[in-house]
């Protein structure tokens, strides 16, 4: 016969047994509530406008930059950059993109918000190639200048993040760089350098993409470098030791070597130096949107994180654990029974 109130005990333990099921249970009914209302945390962030161009001349079809271990194409190399960095940047933030080559800057896409129109841009970015370029000069102190008073014109207090390697061809005759009339409305920005520091020779490719040979010092050594001083004849005559050289180009020192290509930190400087902008080598996406968000003009503005995922895998892994076999106690072993003491023998009467 069974003790007074072990049915009640034993009731109670079976209720406590299925208490967690119910708590679970009921946690993961709460959580997918939650998750259909689609709440968000509002989070301040630094949010911004930026014009992202790119050099697309001949110099950037060298293969001299790594990425994931391999060589690839600086112009290969700034793209796949770009695309993490759009990844990165956070929700809020507009960005655009622009190419340039000979002297200009030319408008692709206008800043949009990075987060909403994220396949658009990523679209663009993988479609930009060199043979884009209308002109295969690189006059990189015009293009900047171009890609300023582009942003200036259109979108006031946007900034620029100009991806080039610095190469300049022809090579600019040194003390003759452009002139930019810099003032308080002159944009923001950043030059990213692209490249090695080692020269290499710049492929020529045919429509294809393929490469057909390289670019060689007798080839570039009939463009006339800008900027050249205006010489009289006999100035030119004099300096070329009596020859005739008045329908010759007329060559900056140092330009022997113009058909071999690097990044030209000198020439990066120097447009910095003209322009105001900062100067930065591309190393990485986190280097990139570090400094983005750092220019002036950076506002703080608030970004909503979604919290959708997160209740929706919580109340998942609670409707999983509720279903789970609750685990078996293990019964113990009822303790043996002491040994009687021995009896006596009882005494005869």
């Not at 930190?265 to 322009?275: P, S």
Request: glycine residues 8%.
């Amino acid at each position: 016969m069974a003790r007074p109130g072990l049915a009640g005990m034993l009731a109670r333990g079976a209720a406590l047994r299925r208490r967690p099921r119910l708590l679970l249970t009921g946690l993961a009914a709460l959580a997918f509530a939650l998750a259909l209302l689609r709440p968000a945390l509002p989070w301040p962030t630094a949010i911004g406008s930026t014009l992202l161009v790119l050099d697309i001349t001949q110099s950037m079809n060298v293969a001299d930059a790594r990425w994931q271990g391999r060589m690839v194409t600086r112009l290969a190399y700034t793209r796949e950059l770009l695309r993490r960095v759009l990844q990165q940047l956070p929700c809020g933030h507009r960005a655009g993109l622009a190419v340039f080559t000979e002297r200009k800057t030319m408008l692709l896409m206008a800043p949009v918000e990075v987060c909403a129109h994220g396949a658009a841009l990523d679209d663009t970015l993988g479609g930009l190639d060199w043979r884009m370029a209308w002109a295969a000069d690189s006059h990189l102190f015009y293009g900047s200048y171009s890609a300023l008073d582009e942003i200036e014109r259109r979108w006031p207090g946007s900034t620029l993040a100009f991806f080039t390697d610095g190469d300049q061809a022809p090579a600019l005759t040194p003390g003759r760089e452009p002139r930019y009339e810099r003032h308080a409305g002159t944009p923001a920005g950043v030059l990213f350098g692209v490249g090695s520091e080692t020269p290499q020779p710049v492929p020529r490719m045919d429509a294809d993409g393929r490469i057909t040979g390289y670019w060689s010092a007798e080839d570039t050594a009939g463009f006339a470098s800008p900027g050249a001083p205006t010489l009289s004849v006999a100035d030119m005559e004099r300096m070329a030791r009596g020859e005739d050289v008045r329908n010759q180009a007329q060559r900056p020192e140092g330009a022997g070597a113009s058909h071999l290509s690097q990044r030209q930190d000198a020439v990066l400087a120097a447009v910095a130096r003209a322009t105001g902008l900062q100067l930065r080598v591309a190393t990485d996406p986190d280097t990139v949107v570090d400094a983005l968000l750092a220019l002036p003009g950076t506002q703080t503005g608030s970004r909503r994180i979604e919290l959708h995922g997160p209740l929706v895998v919580l109340g998942a892994l609670a409707l999983l654990a509720s279903l789970l076999p609750a685990p078996r106690r293990r019964r113990q072993a009822p303790a043996p029974a002491e040994a009687a003491p021995p009896s006596l023998p009882q005494p005869t009467t």
